[in-house]
Nanobody, 125 residues
Framework: QVQLVESGGGLVQAGGSLRLSCAAS????????MGWFRQAPGKEREFVAA????????AYADSVKGRFTISRDNAKNTLYLQMNSLKVEDTAVYYC??????????????????WGQGTQVTVSS
């Protein structure tokens, strides 16, 4: 069982930046592909970004490409999401997720085995 705890959310103005973190309670963090998803009110949870076990490969949703960067520090058991040039439409609860089954970036929700509880990101105009 892996527990994931997100942090770093908050209120920011459009054009601003935030850095989300996801701390994993496992000594085998490097055995998990990781991802970020988000869910806005009234909408389904959607893929944002994913990264392979080693961090060598990453994938992004078109809506965040060029603005968000996913990274991981396997020595610290931590996943990150650097969010720049934030837009009002980025407002959502952001979740991190871990996959023990997939080697590379996993783009769909069913590829993940563990989920965090989420952190709220609100972007004001």
């Amino acid at each position: 069982q892996v527990q994931l705890v997100e942090s770093g959310g908050g209120l920011v103005q459009a054009g601003g930046s935030l850095r989300l973190s996801c701390a994993a309670s496992t000594r085998t963090f490097s055995s998990y592909a990781m991802g970020w998803f988000r869910q806005a009110p009234g909408k389904e949870r959607e893929f944002v970004a994913a990264i392979s076990r080693t961090g060598g490969n990453a994938a992004y949703a078109d809506s965040v490409k060029g603005r968000f960067t996913i990274s991981r520090d396997n020595a610290k058991n931590t996943l990150y999401l650097q969010m720049n040039s934030l837009k009002v439409e980025d407002t959502a609860v952001y979740y991190c997720a871990a996959s023990r089954r997939i080697l590379g970036p996993a783009l769909t929700r069913d590829g993940y085995d563990y989920w965090g509880q989420g952190t709220q990101v609100t972007v004001s105009s």
